[in-house]
T-cell receptor, first 115, second 116 residues
């Protein structure tokens, strides 16, 4: 079993839809949770990061972490064609732990937002 | 450009040759990480370095791969005697110097290595 599971999709939605992207994980040592966006043949771009459980909002993006369920989500409101990309979740252990700073990634979900 | 810089962007090597990939971190960053992205797979951690020190190389293959981050100049990932299975995108990331910010990693554009 992989430490981080992410449905690769592909996911196709109409412009303006709310997109929900999710990851589950098995390592309870993970404390930091990140979402990256990767356009084709480009490097991953850090979108958001959260620490422990809770919500974080940044513009059209909302990240949620539920540590009790080992489940994280990224919501994109009012999706745009420019949001079409692969979305990667990533996780890291706590400061001082062996996995701190060593990001473990999900496989990525391919998202297409069509006009 | 204040972002993470990697070169070359594309590298073609024949089997048995050496590949050298370079990475310059973001300005002000002192931690460098290397990841590999194989076709149809996610990003996999390889190594974490600070200036003149390898901090964690638990993701590095035991043979043929090495990394360094000298006091002056870029970080270098070196692959000796490349094989076809080394063909992948290699990404470098950097994080701020504060110890509590290592999870905040910014990635470069990657080097796409093709072994023929």
């Amino acid at each position: 079993q992989k430490e981080v599971e992410q449905d690769p999709g592909p996911l196709s939605v109409p412009e303006g839809a709310i997109v929900s992207l999710n990851c589950t994980y098995s390592n309870s040592a993970f404390q930091y949770f990140m979402w990256y966006r990767q356009y084709s043949r480009k490097g991953p771009e850090l979108l958001m990061y959260t620490y422990s459980s809770g919500n974080k909002e940044d513009g059209r993006f909302t990240a949620q972490v539920d540590k009790s369920s080992k489940y994280i989500s990224l919501f994109i409101r009012d999706s745009q064609p420019s949001d079409s990309a692969t979305y990667l979740c990533a996780m890291s252990g706590a400061l001082g732990g062996t996995s701190y700073g060593k990001l473990t990634f999900g496989q990525g979900t391919i998202l297409t937002v069509h006009p | 450009n204040a972002g993470v810089m990697q070169n070359p962007r594309h590298l073609v090597r024949r089997r048995g040759q050496e590949a050298r990939l370079r990475c310059s971190p973001m300005k002000g960053h002192s931690h460098v990480y290397w990841y590999r992205q194989l076709p149809e797979e996610g990003l996999k951690f390889m190594v974490y370095l600070q200036k003149e020190n390898i901090i964690d190389e638990s993701g590095m293959p035991k043979e043929r791969f090495s990394a360094e981050f000298p006091k002056e100049g870029p970080s270098i990932l070196r692959i000796q005697q490349v094989v076809r299975g080394d063909s992948a995108a290699y990404f470098c990331a950097s994080s701020p110097p504060k110890a509590g910010k290592k999870y905040e990693q910014y990635f470069g554009p990657g080097t796409r290595l093709t072994v023929t």
